[in-house]
């Protein structure tokens, strides 16, 4: 089924808010719904197996502090519209954005171009995109990654059975104090025919 969220002018928290919803196809959000001052969204669609479609306004996402398996285990989501501007520039010390997009199996793109990602205050990008089987292209440029300690299996079957994928890490993806790396590209874009990684020049192994 189509959810309708009812229009809230100021959401603080949405941790778990659709957890294991596993009846709902498409959620939409009003667009006077306003996330500025939301701080989690921490299994918000968690489980949500059978979600396709989520239908955000024009989001400015700048106080979030917590993404942790956010949308883990949508693996029927093909889109996630309007995230342009969604922005993880948290400032809570140790935010997670573990998990993420876990097992999002069938998500075709996700368009960061406009989104900040100062991650300087984040441990741990574990499995963020594991399983993301699907993803044609994934650009990372906007990701500043100079604090972050845990990047484990973070890209493990990314891309694993799209035709085409590019892989774009940019040049602020540090890896200077990362003690984790532990299965990071395993299987990334393994079947794709045509596979691109781009490093970028702060990421060092040694």
């Not at 959000?29 to 059978?50: D, L």
């Not at 479609?53 to 956010?70: G, K």
């Not at 368009?111 to 441990?123: K, P």
């Not at 891309?159 to 395993?186: A, K």
Request: glycine content about 6%.
């Amino acid at each position: 089924g189509t959810v309708h969220a009812p229009p809230v002018t100021s959401v603080e928290a949405s941790e778990g808010m659709f957890y294991g919803c596993t009846n709902i196809e498409e959620i939409n959000f009003p667009v006077s719904q306003a996330f500025g001052n939301c701080t989690t969204w921490k299994y918000m669609f968690y489980n949500c197996t059978t979600l396709e479609t989520i239908n955000f306004p024009d989001i400015y996402t700048r106080s979030l502090e917590d993404c942790e398996s956010a949308f883990e285990n949508c693996e029927n989501l093909t889109a996630i519209n309007n995230t342009e501007h969604m922005d993880l520039r948290g400032t809570l010390s140790g935010m997670s954005l573990k998990n993420m997009f876990k097992n999002c199996r069938r998500l075709p793109q996700l368009n960061w171009q406009g989104m900040g990602v100062d991650t300087y205050t984040i441990g741990d990008i574990s499995y963020m995109f594991s399983g993301c089987e699907s993803l044609k292209s994934l650009n990372l440029k906007n990701f500043i990654t100079s604090k972050v300690t845990n990047m484990s299996q973070m890209f493990s079957y990314t891309g694993y059975s799209s035709p085409v994928f590019t892989l774009n890490l940019g040049n602020e993806f540090n890896t200077s104090n990362v003690t984790n790396m532990s299965s990071m590209f395993s299987s990334t874009g393994q079947d794709s025919t045509n596979f691109t990684l781009n490093l970028g020049n702060k990421f060092n192994t040694s």
